[in-house]
């Protein structure tokens, strides 16, 4: 899914400015992190729940504007998931196989055998449960999964993440940072994911963008390694590791795969 920022802004009700002369594009099969102030509004106007006070929004070249008439916009809003924090949040359904259900109607989506269907989202979300069970007694993390798993029900082009890794475990978060990567690389995935920890980002993102009204840092290549996004952010502990080395006279490489990283200490210590 193309996604084009044309000096886009946004005003609350009391005509404060929260987002200011906005402009990027993202293309299809991209993993980007996302912080900031005000980035919410972001997950609002990709879901179509707001629209820019000013600037145009387009996705999938469909324009949205202010007062523009969306024609078929159920057709945009069903390319785009949204993993949400469950914190508070009461499922609507008794059991976690009819929470999933309850997607697959929604999207309109047919599957030839829906026991599987359901079976095969909850697997790809790493949620092994009986699908029997009230989905408000799972826990926090199993929560996440299942919304995970709604969302790939449907299979949408654009899936948003609101600080996902939060409460994972370290097994989970290092199963949905590979899932990330091959949905980029195998099915052209867009994944956003906001105000992440970096930690969890590092290795993943191809991408790292920042809001302060207006975007101040937006970075592809190596984003973690640019100083600059350390007014923003804390920096994760192989970059200070590897600045260390650089500070002492290692001529160590800027990897972002620890596995590597260790390869490189050896051979540098032999």
């Known amino acids: 899914m193309e996604i084009v920022f044309d000096n886009v802004s946004f005003l609350d009700?009391?005509?404060?400015?929260?987002?200011?002369?906005?402009?990027?594009?993202?293309?299809?099969?991209?993993i980007i992190g996302v912080y900031g102030e005000n980035i919410n509004l972001f997950i609002d106007m990709f879901m179509i729940t707001k629209r820019p006070t000013n600037g145009i929004l387009y996705m999938n070249k469909r324009k949205i504007k202010r007062t523009n008439h969306i024609e078929n916009i159920d057709g945009i809003?069903?390319?785009?998931?949204?993993?949400?924090?469950?914190e508070g949040y009461k499922f609507k359904k008794k059991t976690i196989y009819d929470e999933v259900n309850s997607y697959i109607?929604?999207?309109?989506?047919?599957?030839?055998?829906?026991?599987?269907?359901?079976?095969?989202?909850?697997?790809?979300?790493?949620?092994?449960?009986?699908?029997?069970?009230?989905?408000?007694?799972?826990?926090?993390?199993?929560?996440?999964?299942?919304?995970?798993?709604?969302v790939m029900s449907y299979n949408p082009e654009l899936?948003?993440?609101?600080?996902?890794?939060?409460?994972?475990?370290?097994?989970?978060?290092?199963?949905f940072r590979k899932l990330f990567v091959k949905l980029r690389n195998q099915y052209n995935k867009t994944i956003m994911l906001f105000n992440s920890d970096s930690r969890f980002l590092f290795d993943v993102v191809n991408r790292v963008m920042v809001f302060d009204k207006t975007l101040v840092f937006d970075k592809e290549e190596n984003p973690f390694y640019d100083n600059s996004l350390y007014k923003y952010i804390d920096v994760p502990k192989i970059v200070e590791f590897t600045r260390y080395a650089h500070k002492e006279g290692h001529n160590i490489l800027e990897y972002t795969d620890t596995k590597e990283l260790i390869k490189e200490l050896y051979r540098n210590i032999k």
């Open 13 to 30: 009700k009391n005509k404060d400015t929260l987002l200011k002369d906005i402009n990027f594009t993202i293309n299809g099969g991209s």
């Open 77 to 86: 809003q069903n390319k785009v998931g949204y993993v949400f924090d469950p």
């Open 105 to 150: 109607e929604k999207y309109n989506v047919n599957p030839s055998n829906v026991k599987k269907h359901i079976a095969s989202s909850l697997k790809i979300a790493n949620l092994d449960v009986d699908v029997n069970r009230n989905p408000n007694e799972l826990s926090y993390s199993e929560k996440k999964k299942l919304i995970f798993a709604c």
């Open 159 to 175: 899936v948003l993440f609101d600080n996902f890794d939060r409460g994972l475990y370290f097994r989970d978060a290092d199963y």
